[in-house]
């Protein structure tokens, strides 16, 4: 059974720092390329970031450019998204999801507020 | 960016019946390598997304043969043969054919 556990997601403030982690089972996770989506009530699904299986290749909505940076450790079976000068607009659910959406994790939570 | 346009975005459906949704693109989802990536995907209420049918109509491993996708181009269609009480939720039209992958803004789906 393959399995997407995301953790990371806080509170934090305008500015402020998050890095979020995705933990793989069940899948040969270092075949696939993974996604990073967020999901708020006033915009819906919205993807962020791919990341290649090897690694080599990662792409990011314009939005996020500079700002977040997608990573992933085959040899743990764990993908990450570390997310800096984090604004209100990134208030959202976060979640990771294997290719382009073949199975996704529960989401955590990640809220900006002063 | 393309965008996807779903329609209805709300709909009450009767047990047993069957349902529609429409999904339209603002630019033709065929890749340059034939394929088209437009899936469709189910959340339930607070839980995450799961993929139905993907590359326009094949079912994803699980998923009953009540539900169907069509399409091609730019026009898309999914539809749920026979409603169950276990379909309520929201469903999204999914496109990776060009980055960014984008969603539609999903429709309701609702139990009469």
């Known amino acids: 059974e393959v399995r997407l556990v995301e953790s990371g997601g806080d509170l934090v403030q305008p500015g402020g720092s998050l890095r979020l982690s995705c933990g793989a089972s069940?899948?040969?996770?270092?075949?696939?390329?993974m996604t990073w989506v967020r999901q708020t009530p006033e915009k819906g699904l919205e993807w962020i970031s791919v990341?290649?299986?090897?690694?080599?290749?990662?792409y990011y909505r314009d939005s996020v450019k500079g700002r977040f940076t997608v990573s992933r450790d085959n040899s743990k079976n764990t993908l990450y998204l570390q997310m800096n000068s984090l604004t209100v607009e990134d208030t959202a659910l976060y979640y990771c999801?294997?290719?382009?959406?073949?199975?996704w994790g529960q989401g955590t939570l990640v809220t900006v507020s002063s | 960016e393309i965008f996807l346009t779903q329609t209805p975005l709300s709909s009450f459906v009767t047990f047993g019946q069957p349902a529609s949704i429409s999904c339209k693109s603002t630019?033709?989802?065929?890749?340059?390598?034939?394929?088209?990536?437009l899936s469709w995907l189910h959340q339930r209420p607070g839980q995450p997304p799961r993929l139905l049918i993907y590359n326009i109509s094949s079912r994803f491993s699980g998923v009953p043969d009540r539900f169907s996708g069509s399409g091609t181009g730019t026009d898309f269609t999914l539809k749920i043969n026979r409603v169950e009480a276990e379909d309520v939720g929201v469903y999204y039209c999914t496109q990776a054919t060009q980055f960014p992958q984008t969603f539609g803004q999903g429709t309701k789906v609702e139990i009469k």
């Open positions: 999801a294997m290719g382009g959406g073949d199975f």
């Open positions: 990341i290649s299986a090897t690694g080599d290749n990662t």
């Open positions: 630019q033709s989802l065929v890749h340059s390598d034939g394929n088209t990536y």
């Open positions: 069940g899948l040969a996770f270092s075949t696939y390329a």
